[in-house]
């Protein structure tokens, strides 16, 4: 269980692949109720964190610990994002998942406030900082995804902007395939590694097959 829990974003990529690929045209056109929904379940779950620590429960909820506490969920939509610019061009799934990349992003951002919020104090405390870094290079990309944020920045200035979102998945891969301890400073490659970077290094050769069939087209 322990190896499926700690790379449970990696088998919900597919799953959710699956779902988005069905379900994508329903997530586009109803796309502020997904994130309504999504905004309330993060608020619910966040809400229950500090109402049970202040009352001495039990922060720990099955199911809701590993896909959302420790990131899970929003893992496997920012995945879908990351490899939509990776698939070849103009194939079916691309396609599909283009259509719902911002709404993906968004709900993405939501679904991972949980996580944020539960390991906070070992951030600030100097463990994995990496993830928090991702994050925050996060926000303005989040804030600039909404249509009505985008229409007021010029075009360049918003492609140029979410370019770092290659940064984003850049602290994403250290931050899971290494533990890094800022105070001492010491850097130590995950246990549970191995698939992470199986699964980065084939959204890599993805990445440059695809930009190498671009640029000889």
Not at 101 to 120: A, N, Y
Request: glycine share 4%.
């Amino acid at each position: 269980m322990t190896l499926l829990t700690s790379n449970l974003g990696l088998f919900l990529t597919p799953l959710l692949g699956v779902v988005i690929y069905r379900f994508g045209p329903h997530v586009h056109k109803h796309e502020y109720r997904y994130f309504f929904v999504a905004t309330l379940l993060s608020f619910a779950i966040v809400s229950y964190f500090y109402l049970a620590t202040f009352l001495g429960w039990s922060t720990y909820l099955p199911i809701i610990h590993e896909v959302f506490y420790m990131g899970h969920a929003s893992f496997a939509m920012y995945s879908l994002v990351m490899f939509t610019g990776a698939f070849r061009h103009k194939s079916r799934l691309k396609i599909a998942l283009s259509k719902v990349r911002r709404e993906l992003s968004i709900m993405g951002f939501i679904l991972l406030l949980p996580h944020v919020f539960f390991q906070l104090d070992l951030a600030l405390s100097g463990f994995n900082q990496t993830g928090f870094l991702a994050f925050l290079l996060m926000v303005p990309l989040f804030i600039t995804s909404f249509p009505q944020v985008r229409r007021k920045m010029h075009p360049l200035s918003w492609r140029k902007l979410h370019r770092l979102s290659y940064a984003v998945y850049a602290m994403l891969f250290l931050h899971l395939t290494f533990d890094v301890y800022t105070s001492p400073w010491l850097i130590t490659f995950s246990r549970y590694a191995p698939l992470y970077l199986l699964f980065f290094a084939i959204y890599l050769v993805l990445k440059v097959n695809n930009r190498s069939k671009k640029q000889r087209a």
